[in-house]
């Protein structure tokens, strides 16, 4: 059973790992949006989506582990609580560091929000002055086609062949 515990000590540092990830591409991103660096703010995006691959991985592995320990409907705060008395201590200080890092994690990229918020507010603004209409819902590419429409030629296929 201890075996178990180790492992979700282990999955508990490697989340804040990727927390810590996470935190530091909220900054860059942050850094990139106020340069208004475009290519560099596009690069971040996908190693923030590489990072969200890693973390479906430690859903997964957290699926498994808190049934096997009793621990599914355990707030985080409580887990160290239900540890043996020898990894407490230790449960204690993983949950803390992860809640501190998810707080630095939710502070920058709240930060990173509000400008990058800020900046297609601006760029909306130049456009509606340059005559451009009012986004009025999805944008380009999202329109749908009515039903009735015909396929396109190069969809078409003749089964007489």
Do not use: W
């Not at 106020?34 to 859903?59: C, V, Y």
């Not at 609580?81 to 449960?91: I, K, M, S, V, Y």
């Not at 501190?100 to 507010?121: D, F, H, I, M, W």
Request: proline share 7%; aromatic share 6%.
């Amino acid at each position: 059973m201890e075996k178990l515990y180790r492992a979700y000590l282990s999955f508990l540092r490697s989340l804040e790992q990727g927390l810590g990830n996470l935190t530091e591409l909220a900054e860059k991103k942050l850094d990139a949006a106020r340069k208004d660096d475009l290519t560099t703010l596009n690069e971040l995006l996908n190693q923030e989506q590489a990072q969200a691959l890693n973390f479906r991985g430690l859903e997964q592995a957290r699926d498994k582990l808190l049934p096997q320990l009793g621990l599914v409907s355990v707030p985080l705060s409580q887990v160290p609580e239900r540890f043996p008395a020898d990894l407490q201590a230790e449960a204690r200080q993983a949950v803390e560091a992860l809640q501190s890092r998810y707080q630095a994690y939710r502070t920058a990229a709240g930060k990173t929000r509000a400008v990058l918020e800020r900046s297609l507010q601006e760029v909306e603004q130049s456009l509606a002055e340059m005559g451009a209409p009012p986004a009025a819902g999805p944008g380009p590419g999202y329109r749908k086609e009515p039903e009735t429409a015909p396929p396109p030629s190069s969809m078409k296929t003749d089964f007489r062949a």
